[in-house]
């Protein structure tokens, strides 16, 4: 099931080595960047157990997806798919009217995931990671 995060969730994203944030991190910062921003939505998918997290910034009629990851072991079950759906029906509550993400054009996996989510790119922003790596900025528009 997804739900939103909470504190308890904490150790669990410390310990996940996402994008945004990782073991590198120190709790505080984490913990900073989730519930000390008043315009943080972050959704947690747990069944057994932890699986994967989604985190976005809400503004007043758009979001950006700043973060999702699923763990490894548990790609290709429609975790991913589970966290956009319930992320867009929570968005569309609050009256979000569209979402924005920047993706490396390389990631292919989040690519056809956004695509088959009905997300459409609209521009390239080169060299936007420290990588050099380009990234695809997608859009979805919620009705
Ligand atoms: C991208 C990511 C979130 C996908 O999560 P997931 O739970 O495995 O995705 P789902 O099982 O819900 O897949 C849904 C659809 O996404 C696409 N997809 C997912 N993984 C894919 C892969 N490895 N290759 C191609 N398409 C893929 C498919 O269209 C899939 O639909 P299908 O199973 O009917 O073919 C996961 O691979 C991940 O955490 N990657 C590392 C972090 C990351 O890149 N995050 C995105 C940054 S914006």
């Known amino acids: 099931m997804v739900r939103e995060l909470k504190r308890e969730d904490l150790p669990y994203i410390h310990q996940t080595p996402a994008q945004l944030f990782g073991p590198s991190d120190s709790f505080e910062s984490i913990e900073s960047a989730i519930f000390g921003r008043k315009d943080s939505l972050y959704l947690i998918y747990e069944s057994t157990q932890k699986k994967g997290y989604m985190g ?17 072991n548990h790609r290709r079950q429609g975790i991913g798919e589970a966290l956009i759906k319930d992320a867009m029906n929570r968005l569309k509550i609050r009256g979000i009217k569209q979402v924005l993400l920047e993706v490396s054009i390389r990631n292919h996996a989040a690519l056809h995931l956004y695509e088959k989510m009905g997300f459409i790119a609209i521009h390239t922003r080169p060299n936007y990671y420290p990588n050099g790596d380009d990234a695809q900025v997608l859009t979805k528009e919620l009705r």
């Not at 976005?56 to 763990?71: E, G, P």
Request: glycine share 0%; charged share 20%.
């Open 56 to 72: 976005m910034h809400v503004d007043l009629d758009s979001a950006d997806i700043a973060t999702l990851f699923v763990h490894p």
